[in-house]
């Protein structure tokens, strides 16, 4: 059995080859590290977090299971180094701070611990007791005992320890709870995954009076809320391989049809737009989910996906337009332009009348590169009582909580 020794010297290896792995996809992307952020990675040991974790899966840039639902979705995990990091770097979280943890674990609150110093305070809220419990003993094994861990439904924050500098929800909501606004100190800002149309993005928001305004996002994914954060997705399984569309529960979706759909010969229709295999799809894809009715994820099985018969832009899966009987995603050409790192983004349909929704997925694509190519969306979040003459014109979803909204000022 290797000694302490080695497994210190093991563990401190595979933490400096995640911290690069974690880097080097950042700078891909054009967002690198901040020197913080990538400090406090090299120096919290994510292995006490991850209990029951080989060394090496605790250092993959990947997340680590722990609890899954009745549905077999994960409901506590130890996020993705990356997506922390990228969150993190979201954030600007600086010494002296107090910071605001909603959806527990340890790791991310260690990392927290680090941006904010011995000045700062960092609370971590749960609604589970046995993730209370687990990240309480990994702090304290990793030397984090300043964390103050409380057992509660986080979409009522934590009144008692506000205001806070900043608040960063790690679990998946579709909504943003009035008490998080109310717990902010003036200039302060929330990162929370928002669930939009089947879609997540990372969010940073900052208030602004009654509103909340978002100042950036990203790409992320994390497990569903839970008590006041929870929200309902539907998962249309189309063959027996695990290719799926994911919906929002409240849309009205006819699975027989999906899956008679792709059993059509696809219609392909290119759009002219050409992106980059680095390209950061955040914004055409919200643009996409703004200027449609209905719209999915669909995540196509390796075997669909290889053979051709869906080829979805990447394996993380595509925004995807659908009607009774057709759906349409998005794709790439299989080579480059001549002479140039650039793909032909396609519109690839299936169903009876898979031409015509191609060809509108395909405008929506044209109508991104002409108007809205590089430009950030806003995404604002409204009391819910907000009236409709001063909702911009876009995206609005109703929300218990409140009414967001989705535009593009500048387009």
Not at 11 to 24: C, D, H, N, P, W
Not at 207 to 212: P, Q, S, V
Request: hydrophobic share 40%; charged share 25%; aromatic share 6%.
């Amino acid at each position: 059995m290797p000694t302490t020794e080695a497994n210190d010297q093991r563990a401190e290896q595979l933490r400096a080859a995640m911290v690069e792995a974690v880097a080097s996809e950042a700078d891909q992307i054009g967002r690198p590290l901040s020197p913080a952020v990538r400090a406090a990675l090299e120096r919290v040991p994510r292995h006490e977090f991850c209990p029951g974790a080989s060394l090496e899966a605790a250092y993959a840039n990947d997340i680590v299971r722990y609890e899954q639902n009745e549905r077999g979705v994960s409901t506590s995990t130890v996020s993705a180094p990356n997506i922390i990091a990228t969150m993190l770097d979201q954030a600007g979280i600086g010494p002296g701070m107090r910071v605001l943890e909603i959806g527990s674990g340890g790791y991310n609150a260690a990392l927290i611990s680090e941006l904010v110093g011995p000045g700062g305070a960092v609370v971590s809220v749960d609604i589970d007791q046995s993730v209370i419990d687990r990240a309480s003993a990994s702090l304290t094994a990793a030397g984090f005992d300043s964390v103050r861990l409380v057992c509660a439904d986080g979409s009522k924050g934590a009144a008692e320890a506000a205001p806070f500098d900043r608040i960063i929800v790690t679990v998946t909501c579709a909504d943003i709870p009035p008490a998080w606004r109310d717990q902010l100190k003036p200039g302060g800002a929330i990162v929370a995954p928002l669930r939009l149309r089947s879609m997540t993005r990372t969010v940073r928001f900052e208030r602004d009076g009654d509103r909340l305004v978002s100042t950036g996002y990203d790409f992320g994914g994390f497990v569903p809320g839970q008590g006041g954060m929870a929200f309902d997705e539907r998962a249309v399984f189309l063959d027996e391989d695990g290719t799926g569309l994911r919906v929002d529960s409240h849309q009205p979706i006819e699975p027989e049809s999906m899956r008679a759909a792709i059993e059509t010969d696809p219609v392909t229709v290119w759009t002219g737009a050409e992106v980059t295999p680095t390209t950061i799809w955040n914004d055409l894809e919200l643009w996409i989910a703004a200027w449609s009715q209905n719209t999915a994820h669909l995540k196509a099985a390796t075997q669909a996906r290889r053979s051709g018969r869906l080829k979805t832009i990447i394996g993380l899966g595509s925004i995807t337009l659908y009607n009774d009987r057709n759906l349409a995603f998005l794709t790439l050409r299989d080579e480059p332009r001549a002479d140039s790192d650039h793909y032909e983004i396609g519109a690839q349909g299936h169903g009876p009348d898979a031409e015509a929704l191609a060809e509108r997925l395909a405008a929506l694509v044209r109508d991104w590169d002409a108007c809205a190519r590089g430009k950030e969306a806003r995404i604002t979040v409204w009391p819910t009582g907000a009236s409709s003459a001063l909702l911009p014109a876009g995206l609005v979803e109703e929300r218990p909580c409140s009414r967001i909204t989705v535009d593009w000022p500048d387009a």
